[in-house]
Nanobody, 115 residues
C-alpha cells in the first residue's frame, strides 16, 4: 500500500534552516508528482510546493525564494529545504501525492520557528 513517511522537523530559530524528507513506498514514485502542504494550528491545510515527475517545481508565494522542493527517484524520497525561516512558517508539514485518483498523506512532521 502507499506509504509516505515524513521526517526532519524540529525547533529552529528565526532565520534558520531545516530540511524535511518524505520517504515513499508502495507505488511507482518516479512517475507521480509530489507535494508538500502545511497546517498551522486553527488554520486550513495549505499547499507549499509541488514537483512534477520531470522535476518542474511550483511554490506558494509565501515561501518563494526561501524553500526548495526536490526529489531523488533512486531513493523514492522528496525533500523540502527550508531557509530563512520565519515564525509564521510554524506548522505541521505533510507530504502528499495522488495515485489513481486517491490522495495520500503522511503523518506529518512538526516545524516550530521560535526564539
Amino acid at each position: 500500500q502507499v506509504q509516505l513517511v515524513e521526517s526532519g522537523g524540529g525547533l529552529v530559530q528565526p532565520g534558520g534552516s531545516l530540511r524535511l524528507s518524505c520517504a515513499a513506498s508502495g507505488f511507482a514514485f518516479r512517475i507521480y508528482p509530489m507535494a508538500w502542504y502545511r497546517q498551522a494550528p486553527g488554520k486550513q491545510r495549505d499547499l507549499v510546493a509541488t514537483i512534477t515527475r520531470s522535476g518542474t517545481t511550483n511554490y506558494a508565494d509565501s515561501v518563494k525564494g526561501r524553500f526548495t522542493i526536490s526529489r531523488d527517484n533512486a531513493k523514492n524520497t522528496v525533500y523540502l529545504q527550508m531557509s530563512s525561516l520565519k515564525p509564521e512558517d510554524t506548522a505541521v508539514y505533510y507530504c502528499n501525492t495522488q495515485v489513481v485518483g486517491i490522495y495520500y498523506w503522511g503523518q506529518g512532521t512538526q516545524v516550530t520557528v521560535s526564539s
